[in-house]
């Protein structure tokens, strides 16, 4: 599996970014897809993750300001994010996992090449 993440960028606090991972292969829609990010100095932390069903999980801090979500017809999950704070500049990685663990890093397959977002104040 090759996960091509894009659509990051520099923002103004408050500002919205549409992150897309285009995903290869003719199993997409049965893949857990997840979010990541990774701030300098910091540990990877989840974000968000999209099942192969289409439920979604969030972390706390980006609850109710961003949205993931997937178009399998283009092997592509998305990650809409809303409202965004200085404290969201990260580089995001989008990843696939067969467990049914989402929230963890070590339970992730595959990864993206990351896609810088920086948030100004």
């Known amino acids: 599996v090759q996960l091509q993440a894009s659509g990051g960028g520099l923002v103004q606090a408050g500002g919205s970014l549409r992150l897309s991972c285009a995903a290869s292969?003719?199993?997409?829609?049965?893949?857990?897809m997840g979010w990541f990010r990774q701030a300098p100095g910091k540990e990877r932390e989840f974000v968000s993750s999209i099942r192969w069903s289409g439920s979604t999980t969030y972390a706390d801090s980006v609850k109710g300001r961003f949205t993931c979500s997937r178009d399998n017809a283009k092997n592509t999950v998305y990650l809409q994010m809303n409202s965004l704070k200085p404290e969201d500049t990260a580089v995001y990685f989008c990843?696939?996992?067969?467990?049914?663990?989402?929230?963890?890093?070590?339970?992730?397959?595959?990864w993206g090449q990351g896609t810088l977002v920086t948030v100004s104040s």
């Open positions: 990843a696939v996992t067969t467990s049914v663990v989402v929230t963890s890093p070590g339970q992730y397959n595959y």
């Open positions: 292969g003719r199993t997409f829609r049965n893949y857990n």
